[in-house]
């Protein structure tokens, strides 16, 4: 029993463990290496990463639920560019312009209603045709970003709003909003996963779909609504990212896809599903915006921060591997 | 005979488990150009010995001599390389690959640079197939046979080595009546070429149609060898049971409730045909047949998993159709599944809530779990059933077969189902916890449920049933009261035999 709580714990707590040793190693580092005279563990610099973290990191709390329930979603980042472009652009709608400021919450609804009707699209045709999520989503990753294209060309949909600008770079109790979202996603997501039932039959059709059939769970309906709420959270994300930069490029978020699986995957999330934690995910995020800020911190450039990125990736998949089967085996005994 | 030198002998063959003496000084020898019959009821040791002499257990005591030559198996591949070859009930072949590409999986013939040689290839296959009469050549990709032609493929890999014996297990489970034919005539061309052959099979009619000899296990013992000219049906079934039963015939004697489930002319494909039969409450009603003769197919139409293609199901008198598992358990139907890991639980998962998957969402307030509702379930059903656990927070995966099973039987007790059903209730199960679950069972029904078994293993059916359903290749053959019922009429009627009676 011990073995088996000691893996355990090594296996839940090996991604803040590796969290405080990215923060030794970058202080330690910083002090040779850095061009800046500020330490790396610099309040301003700490709260920065965290709001640095959240149009990943709120992503990667859907992705949770979505891998945990046994698919995957490749499709968040074309959610993300689309919702910030009906965002952006329906700001200047001129239906609204009489709406004054109040056109912020409409906008708003409206780039959030596109995130959940497409996570409702990819999930609907999950359910009923059957076929692998990987292969729906790859295929509504290309159309979704077509989708950009089609909406406004190669030209960037651009929309400053003063009231929405302040509102994103403001601080409360010293957090960022969008590090107040993220808060708060995480927060509802581990609520959900953990307290609900709907939660709990996402861990039992991830683990093992025939059986959680034959206990008479709906797999189909399951499935459509974490593709909602992944759709939901892809869209906040931009909501929470847009309304401060106020202008998305037909490219924004390409490869956001990858970063998100790869944090969802860092926190011990499997990729066949069944086992995996919101919190754990959370370290995964923050382990990886660490690794950026950190390397950019001692100087490295950004190809050296991805090639790094991909190598601890491999190497924690290996160790967390070998952590596993040697938990395994000590419970055969 | 008896002037010539084996082609295979199995000499004291001794293999033990923890607790179990699997095999028990067990021989046999096969003559070159003899088809050799090895019998016995399931658990009775024949896989086990098939898997001896395939190298993959190694026995403590006793010898494997190959024409007398003693050998040491430590893989089927080092078998076939001594002339002994397996024919699997599982054919495993690639299917997007051709027949000739399987038959030579692993040592395909080789040119320079480790280019393939495939006219080499082409040609031996050809000459192969040639031998076997088939009507496929080796460029046919191997997943556009038909089954029986898949098996002709697994024979003619068999065919690439000198072989010197070769075991086919029940090979026909899956042929069609003319495909049979065939693979006799492949048989007996094996014979003439002076290859031993072992043949396991339960089907009485094909042992005494191709057979030289039958040999016969039971409980891992070796019980004799007969001539199949100088014996009868009668003769071998006696062999293969003439146990004193360890376990005792079902003596129910409380009160029959009225009928819970009424099952009128089912049909399914060509899965089952017609069937019929009820279950009252407080009533265990078996099913017994060998596998594929559609036990399980039925089951899983009651409980919504296939769609039946004709006929009633009536729950409590009304006729009720049952579209999904899920509108099973609604109204009432449960089943403990035959694939107690693949089907029953979710290993990763714990104990609790395990056992309340089914109704964690009517436990629930809102979408919210109830975690204390969902203990006091486990609570009372784990002191009710007995399951040895540390605690509901242990990992289901972690708990032995037994009381695994438990958890399952407790997930739809604490529903309080109208109909259980449990197929192979203890399948995988050591022998103290099958009498454990076997006790459980007449207690649910001595307590008012109608239960369902479904299993494979006689003495477990006799035990547990108050009836018994005997079904052959999809359909009911006969129903018995276990007053009337006696072990040589329920293999007969499961193997055919009543059916050739009546319909003569």
Redesign the interface.
Same mark, same amino acid.
């Given at each position: 029993m011990e073995a088996g709580n000691l893996s355990k714990f090594l296996k839940n707590g090996a991604i803040w463990g590796f969290i405080v040793i990215e923060l030794i190693f970058f202080s330690v580092a910083g002090e040779f290496m850095s061009l800046s005279d500020k330490a790396f563990m610099d309040v301003d610099n700490m709260l920065l990463l965290l709001k640095q973290s959240a149009p990943i990191g709120i992503i990667a709390m859907g992705m949770t639920i979505i891998m945990v329930n046994g698919n995957i979603d490749l499709s968040v980042g074309a959610i993300f560019a689309l919702s910030a472009v009906i965002l952006l652009d329906s700001l200047t709608w001129t239906v609204f312009a009489g709406l004054g400021d109040w056109v912020i919450p409409v906008s708003w609804a409206l780039a959030l209603l596109t995130g959940v009707g497409l996570g409702a699209i990819n999930g609907f045709i999950v359910w009923k045709t059957g076929v692998d999520a990987f292969i729906v989503t790859l295929g509504s990753m290309l159309g979704f970003r077509g989708l950009v294209f089609m909406y406004n060309g190669e030209t960037p949909t651009s929309s400053l709003n003063w009231t929405l600008v302040d509102f994103a770079e403001a601080q409360f109790l010293g957090l960022h909003t969008a590090t107040w979202f993220l808060a708060i996603v995480t927060l509802v997501m581990w609520y959900l996963m953990t307290r609900t039932v709907h939660g709990r039959n996402a861990y039992a059709i991830g683990d093992n779909r025939d059986a959680a059939v034959n206990a008479g769970i709906k797999v189909g309906p399951h499935m459509l609504i974490n593709f909602m709420i992944i759709g939901f959270l892809a869209a906040l994300s931009a909501v929470v990212f847009y309304s401060e930069s106020g202008s998305v490029n037909p490219n924004d978020g390409q490869l956001y896809e990858l970063w998100v699986i790869t944090a969802v995957v860092l926190g011990g999330t499997k990729l066949t599903g069944g086992a995996g934690s919101i919190v754990s995910t959370l370290g995964g995020v923050l382990a990886i915006q660490l690794l950026r800020k950190g390397l950019g911190h001692i100087g490295a450039d950004t190809s050296t921060v991805n090639l790094v990125i991909g190598l601890i990736l491999i190497a924690v998949l290996f160790l967390d591997r070998q952590l596993n089967t040697k938990g395994k085996e000590e419970l055969k005994l | 005979m008896s002037d010539q030198t084996p082609a295979l002998r199995l000499e004291g063959i001794v293999k033990t488990f923890p607790g179990v003496r699997a095999l028990d000084g067990v021989s046999l020898s096969v003559m070159p150009g003899e088809v050799h019959a090895l019998m016995g009821e399931n658990g009775a040791g024949k896989s086990t010995l098939m898997k001896v002499l395939g190298g993959i257990y190694q026995p403590q005591e006793g010898r494997i001599i190959v024409e007398e030559v003693p050998t040491v198996m430590t893989s089927p591949l080092q078998a076939k390389s001594k002339g002994i070859v397996f024919i699997h009930q599982e054919l495993s072949l690639a299917e997007e690959l051709t027949v000739a590409e399987n038959i030579y999986l692993g040592e395909l013939p080789r040119r320079s640079f480790g280019r393939v040689d495939w006219e080499k290839l082409y040609t031996q296959t050809d000459a192969i197939l040639a031998k076997l009469k088939v009507g496929f050549n080796a460029k046919t990709i191997v997943g556009d046979l038909s089954i029986a032609n898949q098996q002709m493929v697994e024979i003619a890999r068999a065919l690439t080595v000198d072989a010197k014996a070769v075991i086919f297990d029940e090979p026909t489970a899956s042929l069609t009546d003319a495909e049979k034919v065939v693979l006799f005539d492949v048989i007996s061309d094996l014979q003439r070429q002076g290859v031993g052959i072992i043949y396991i099979s339960h089907r009485m009619e094909e042992i005494f149609k191709i057979t030289d000899r039958i040999s016969v296990l039971r409980d891992g013992s070796y019980r004799g060898t007969l001539e199949t000219r100088n014996t009868t049906e009668e003769e071998v079934t006696q062999l293969m049971i003439g146990r004193a039963l360890d376990l005792s015939r079902n003596e129910s004697n409380h009160e029959l409730g009225d009928v819970a489930l009424e099952v009128r002319g089912l049909s399914c494909g060509h899965m089952f045909k017609d069937v019929s039969f009820d279950v009252r409450r407080g009533e265990v009603l078996g099913f017994y047949g060998l596998v594929g003769a559609g036990r399980t197919e039925i089951v899983e139409t009651l =409980?919504g998993?296939r769609e039946p293609s004709g006929g009633k199901i009536l729950l409590d008198g009304e006729e009720v159709r049952i579209s %999904?598992? #899920?509108d #099973?358990? %609604?109204k009432g139907i449960s089943?403990v *599944?035959e694939d107690r890991k $693949?089907? !029953?639980?979710?290993? $990763?998962?714990n104990c609790r809530?395990n056992m309340t998957?089914?109704q964690? !969402?009517e436990l629930?307030s809102g979408? =919210?779990?109830a975690p204390g509702a969902e203990t006091a379930i486990f609570d009372k059903y784990k002191e009710k059933l007995d399951i040895r656990t *540390?605690g509901w927070k242990q990992t289901v995966g972690?708990l032995s077969g037994g009381n695994q099973q438990k958890i399952v039987i407790a997930?739809w007790l604490s529903m309080h189902p109208k109909v259980l059903i449990v197929d192979e209730p203890t399948r995988g199960i050591d022998v103290g916890s099958k009498s454990e679950i076997h006790n459980l069972i007449r207690d649910l029904a001595a307590q008012g449920y109608a239960v369902i078994v479904v299993s494979s293993e006689m003495p477990e059916v006799l035990h547990v049933s108050d009836r018994i359903v005997a079904m052959f290749s999809g359909r009911v053959m006969r129903t018995f009261t276990s007053e009337e019922v006696t072990e040589e009429s329920l293999i007969q009627a499961i193997s055919g035999i009543t059916a050739t009676e009546k319909v003569a």
């Amino acid at each position: 029993m011990e073995a088996g709580n000691l893996s355990k714990f090594l296996k839940n707590g090996a991604i803040w463990g590796f969290i405080v040793i990215e923060l030794i190693f970058f202080s330690v580092a910083g002090e040779f290496m850095s061009l800046s005279d500020k330490a790396f563990m610099d309040v301003d610099n700490m709260l920065l990463l965290l709001k640095q973290s959240a149009p990943i990191g709120i992503i990667a709390m859907g992705m949770t639920i979505i891998m945990v329930n046994g698919n995957i979603d490749l499709s968040v980042g074309a959610i993300f560019a689309l919702s910030a472009v009906i965002l952006l652009d329906s700001l200047t709608w001129t239906v609204f312009a009489g709406l004054g400021d109040w056109v912020i919450p409409v906008s708003w609804a409206l780039a959030l209603l596109t995130g959940v009707g497409l996570g409702a699209i990819n999930g609907f045709i999950v359910w009923k045709t059957g076929v692998d999520a990987f292969i729906v989503t790859l295929g509504s990753m290309l159309g979704f970003r077509g989708l950009v294209f089609m909406y406004n060309g190669e030209t960037p949909t651009s929309s400053l709003n003063w009231t929405l600008v302040d509102f994103a770079e403001a601080q409360f109790l010293g957090l960022h909003t969008a590090t107040w979202f993220l808060a708060i996603v995480t927060l509802v997501m581990w609520y959900l996963m953990t307290r609900t039932v709907h939660g709990r039959n996402a861990y039992a059709i991830g683990d093992n779909r025939d059986a959680a059939v034959n206990a008479g769970i709906k797999v189909g309906p399951h499935m459509l609504i974490n593709f909602m709420i992944i759709g939901f959270l892809a869209a906040l994300s931009a909501v929470v990212f847009y309304s401060e930069s106020g202008s998305v490029n037909p490219n924004d978020g390409q490869l956001y896809e990858l970063w998100v699986i790869t944090a969802v995957v860092l926190g011990g999330t499997k990729l066949t599903g069944g086992a995996g934690s919101i919190v754990s995910t959370l370290g995964g995020v923050l382990a990886i915006q660490l690794l950026r800020k950190g390397l950019g911190h001692i100087g490295a450039d950004t190809s050296t921060v991805n090639l790094v990125i991909g190598l601890i990736l491999i190497a924690v998949l290996f160790l967390d591997r070998q952590l596993n089967t040697k938990g395994k085996e000590e419970l055969k005994l | 005979m008896s002037d010539q030198t084996p082609a295979l002998r199995l000499e004291g063959i001794v293999k033990t488990f923890p607790g179990v003496r699997a095999l028990d000084g067990v021989s046999l020898s096969v003559m070159p150009g003899e088809v050799h019959a090895l019998m016995g009821e399931n658990g009775a040791g024949k896989s086990t010995l098939m898997k001896v002499l395939g190298g993959i257990y190694q026995p403590q005591e006793g010898r494997i001599i190959v024409e007398e030559v003693p050998t040491v198996m430590t893989s089927p591949l080092q078998a076939k390389s001594k002339g002994i070859v397996f024919i699997h009930q599982e054919l495993s072949l690639a299917e997007e690959l051709t027949v000739a590409e399987n038959i030579y999986l692993g040592e395909l013939p080789r040119r320079s640079f480790g280019r393939v040689d495939w006219e080499k290839l082409y040609t031996q296959t050809d000459a192969i197939l040639a031998k076997l009469k088939v009507g496929f050549n080796a460029k046919t990709i191997v997943g556009d046979l038909s089954i029986a032609n898949q098996q002709m493929v697994e024979i003619a890999r068999a065919l690439t080595v000198d072989a010197k014996a070769v075991i086919f297990d029940e090979p026909t489970a899956s042929l069609t009546d003319a495909e049979k034919v065939v693979l006799f005539d492949v048989i007996s061309d094996l014979q003439r070429q002076g290859v031993g052959i072992i043949y396991i099979s339960h089907r009485m009619e094909e042992i005494f149609k191709i057979t030289d000899r039958i040999s016969v296990l039971r409980d891992g013992s070796y019980r004799g060898t007969l001539e199949t000219r100088n014996t009868t049906e009668e003769e071998v079934t006696q062999l293969m049971i003439g146990r004193a039963l360890d376990l005792s015939r079902n003596e129910s004697n409380h009160e029959l409730g009225d009928v819970a489930l009424e099952v009128r002319g089912l049909s399914c494909g060509h899965m089952f045909k017609d069937v019929s039969f009820d279950v009252r409450r407080g009533e265990v009603l078996g099913f017994y047949g060998l596998v594929g003769a559609g036990r399980t197919e039925i089951v899983e139409t009651l =409980f919504g998993l296939r769609e039946p293609s004709g006929g009633k199901i009536l729950l409590d008198g009304e006729e009720v159709r049952i579209s %999904s598992p #899920a509108d #099973a358990i %609604s109204k009432g139907i449960s089943l403990v *599944p035959e694939d107690r890991k $693949g089907q !029953g639980l979710v290993l $990763g998962m714990n104990c609790r809530d395990n056992m309340t998957l089914p109704q964690v !969402g009517e436990l629930s307030s809102g979408p =919210f779990v109830a975690p204390g509702a969902e203990t006091a379930i486990f609570d009372k059903y784990k002191e009710k059933l007995d399951i040895r656990t *540390p605690g509901w927070k242990q990992t289901v995966g972690n708990l032995s077969g037994g009381n695994q099973q438990k958890i399952v039987i407790a997930k739809w007790l604490s529903m309080h189902p109208k109909v259980l059903i449990v197929d192979e209730p203890t399948r995988g199960i050591d022998v103290g916890s099958k009498s454990e679950i076997h006790n459980l069972i007449r207690d649910l029904a001595a307590q008012g449920y109608a239960v369902i078994v479904v299993s494979s293993e006689m003495p477990e059916v006799l035990h547990v049933s108050d009836r018994i359903v005997a079904m052959f290749s999809g359909r009911v053959m006969r129903t018995f009261t276990s007053e009337e019922v006696t072990e040589e009429s329920l293999i007969q009627a499961i193997s055919g035999i009543t059916a050739t009676e009546k319909v003569a």
